[in-house]
């Protein structure tokens, strides 16, 4: 059997009225066959705007689902932060290749109100910044 679901998209005014739309329907959210956690990615996805999250990322034609159907550090840090950027670092790195443009490696630009522990940093391979630190 073929089921066709549609998305809905809402549009607030204000963040008391989004609160209200939210509690509302917390089971949509809550319910353990519903889909609430693809929800709340379409929900931020939406929210930011493809062209912002393009803007966001080192690569503008990046992907946001990699190997192996898992998201990319951009949907993490988009989710964390609010905005899509590619690493964990802290603000910008500029990758100077000897040639006549530069390549901006994009992290964490302000320190986050919620933090980050990595396995990748356990053994070695990312360091990730202050912002998600301290």
């Known amino acids: 059997m073929y089921q066709c679901n549609l998305l809905v998209l809402y549009h607030?005014?204000?963040?008391?009225?989004l609160g209200?739309?939210?509690?509302?329907?917390?089971?949509?959210?809550q319910d353990e066959s519903s889909s609430?956690?693809?929800?709340f990615l379409y929900s931020a996805l939406l929210s930011r705007g493809v062209d912002s999250i393009r803007q966001d990322m080192d690569e503008?034609?990046?992907?946001?689902?990699?190997?192996?159907?898992?998201?990319?550090q951009d949907i993490v840090n988009?989710?964390?932060?609010?905005?899509?950027?590619?690493?964990v670092f802290d603000g910008n790195l500029d990758?100077?290749?000897g040639g006549s443009s530069k390549h901006v490696l994009k992290g964490i630009p302000e320190q986050s109100e919620v933090g980050l522990l990595s396995l990748?940093?356990?053994?070695?391979?990312c360091t990730v910044g202050g912002h998600y630190k301290e």
């Open 12 to 17: 607030f005014s204000d963040r008391q009225a």
């Open 20 to 29: 209200r739309f939210i509690h509302s329907r917390l089971a949509v959210f």
């Open 36 to 39: 609430g956690c693809v929800l």
């Open 60 to 72: 503008k034609e990046g992907k946001l689902m990699g190997a192996h159907n898992y998201c990319t």
């Open 78 to 87: 988009l989710l964390m932060t609010g905005l899509a950027v590619s690493n």
């Open 95 to 97: 990758l100077d290749s």
């Open 120 to 125: 990748f940093e356990y053994y070695g391979a």
